[in-house]
């Protein structure tokens, strides 16, 4: 009699989803986060069934984040959490739609991104500035006379900017753009003297010649730049990763996450997504779901910190 209840729960567990998963990217179509989701998507059909990416961009990600939040949790609905959405915004916007501690269920972590600290390597060279032990020294020895540029007020550029004064112990004025793109402009000007920036985004730059990379802001060195040595190799403990993963509304069933968790850890680990991902500049980061939720905690603990101190407010 067992065995007879137990296979039908079985045969449901290995067999594709009839009707199709909806992951929504709280972010616009043709960016990292998307590419990334899309293609995960398209590697778990076989076991999962169709997943459907369904774009809702604005408000710092908050809105898609927060269909997530309150969608039936049954699994149907699935969603992208990113260190904007989960980590930052709730410290940085007055009024939140969403709980980031409490309204998601973890899946698993899919990607870190690292960032790299580069400076304009014209004013480099000017400054004889070759390494980020002579940044420190010249900042220094000149308060106040460098400055760093960043997409705006609370982005990530500004924040891994204020973690890193805070922790070097010197003073470089912020001057925040609209955008990503204005900031790497006024730093390829020389508007700016250096910026923190998408690893991705700064490769064809320091590749040219046009950026010198002083440092990644990941634990360890980038295997993609292994030749640029990691910011903590000079500042211990220092780290501030782009990250992103996937979560499900709070309450959806152990079980339901559990076959989520398989389905997406084995696309992550594949030796093509690799491969792909390595385009971007991108490491998978597969995770349980206990090790994603920890994960989230601590770096919603340690963006509170960093964003008071900056001072920075959307609303």
Do not use: C
């Not at 930052?88 to 980031?100: F, G, I, K, Q, T």
């Amino acid at each position: 009699m067992l065995l007879a209840l137990l296979l039908p729960v079985t045969a449901v567990a290995q067999a594709p989803n009839t009707k199709p998963i909806r992951l929504i990217v709280p972010y616009a179509a043709g960016g990292p986060i998307d590419v990334t989701a899309r293609a995960l998507a398209e590697r778990v059909k076989d076991t999962l069934g169709p997943v459907i990416i369904d774009n809702r961009p604005g408000a710092g990600g908050n809105i898609g984040a927060d269909a997530v939040a309150k969608a039936t949790p049954d699994g149907s609905v699935i969603g992208i959490a990113a260190t904007a959405t989960h980590a930052v915004n709730p410290w940085l916007y007055s009024r939140m739609p969403y709980n980031a501690a409490s309204d998601f269920a973890p899946i698993t972590q899919m990607l870190r991104v690292p960032n790299v600290l580069v400076m304009n390597a014209a004013t480099a060279q000017r400054l004889h500035i070759a390494s980020l032990a002579d940044l420190l020294r010249y900042a220094r020895a000149h308060p106040g006379q460098l400055n760093f540029g960043s997409g705006g007020n609370g982005s990530a550029g500004h924040l891994a900017g204020e973690l890193f004064k805070a922790r070097a112990g010197i003073f470089a004025v912020h001057i925040p753009y609209n955008g990503g793109n204005p900031a790497q402009l006024a730093l390829l000007s020389g508007q700016v003297d250096f910026n923190f920036d998408n690893l991705a985004t700064a490769a064809p730059n320091i590749k040219s010649g046009k950026l010198l990379a002083l440092a990644v802001t990941t634990r360890q060195r980038s295997p993609h730049m292994p030749d640029v040595p990691a910011v903590a190799e000079t500042l211990s403990n220092f780290s501030v990763d782009t990250w992103w993963g996937l979560v499900a509304p709070a309450g959806t069933p152990a079980a339901v996450i559990e076959r989520l968790n398989i389905a997406f850890t084995q696309a992550l680990n594949a030796p093509e997504t690799r491969q792909r991902f390595a385009v971007l500049m991108a490491e998978p980061a597969p995770s349980t779901p206990q090790a994603f939720g920890q994960f989230m905690a601590s770096e919603l603990s340690a963006y509170e910190r960093v964003v008071k101190a900056s001072g920075a407010k959307v609303d």
